[in-house]
């Protein structure tokens, strides 16, 4: 009887030790994975930060007479659209990327101008159209080349009218939420679009245990 009890005891001490083992070689790797993630993420913004920067860069070349950063770092876009389902549509559209912080939509607006502003309309003279749909947005000037890259290839519309207005102070409040809510949201590898169960493997293997994995008795259950 002594011996068996010796032997039974023998047994649990190992099993705690593999219990053990396995438990901090989970921790290991499970610290391992986290520090491997935190490299990632900042691999990937720094990338991200490049990549606006040449896209930036890129677009100055073709719209720099349209717009330049202002001392507040935050700017007005006026676009005008022929109908409110197209102004509509282009919100929509900008708000996908946070490309903007708000909008005022202004639609049934009365629009005229002198042909001397319009070269691609053949008609001379003063210019009248109505029912137009003028679209107010703010953002900040990092965001500005998208922004009107966007609205073009939405309303399909190179001679889009669109004025930047830079805003000149605002409250450190106000400057603060707009830089934030316009701040583009990257999308590549985003953690709420990984299946956070796909890498989980359980800690030990589980088995159904009996009285006689404490003797030295053949029989077991697993």
């Known amino acids: 009887m002594a011996r068996l009890r010796k032997e039974g005891e023998e047994a649990r001490v190992k099993r705690e030790a593999a219990a053990k083992a396995s438990r901090e070689a989970d921790e290991k790797e499970h610290q391992a994975s986290l520090e491997a993630r935190k490299k990632l993420n ?20 073709t719209f720099k007479h349209l717009w330049g950063p202002g001392t507040t770092g935050l700017s007005i876009v006026y676009a005008t659209f022929d109908t409110k389902e197209m102004a509509d549509k282009v919100i929509t559209e900008v708000y996908k990327d946070t490309m903007i912080s708000q909008v005022t939509n202004y639609p ?11 070269l691609h309309i053949a008609n001379p003279g ?4 109505t029912n137009d749909a003028r679209v107010e947005m703010i953002t900040s000037d990092d965001r500005i080349p998208e922004l009107i890259e966007t609205c073009i290839a939405v309303s399909q519309n ?23 809510q316009s701040t583009e949201q990257d999308q590549t590898d985003a953690y709420y679009n990984v299946d956070p169960f796909s890498e989980i493997k359980p800690v030990t293997d589980k088995k159904v245990k009996c009285k006689c994995d404490f003797c030295p008795c053949p029989m077991s259950v697993e």
């Not at 913004?45 to 040449?54: A, C, D, G, I, N």
């Not at 003063?126 to 159209?129: A, D, G, I, M, S």
């Not at 001679?159 to 207005?165: G, K, M, Q, S």
């Open 126 to 129: 003063l210019q009248v159209r």
């Open 108 to 118: 049934g607006v009365l629009y005229e101008f002198k042909n001397e502003t319009k």
């Open 42 to 61: 900042q691999l990937q913004k720094e990338q991200h930060e490049r990549e606006l920067v040449e896209k930036k860069a890129e677009f100055e070349k």
């Open 158 to 180: 190179d001679n889009l009218d669109i004025v930047v207005v830079q805003m000149t102070d605002v409250s450190p409040d106000y400057g603060k939420w707009v830089a934030l």
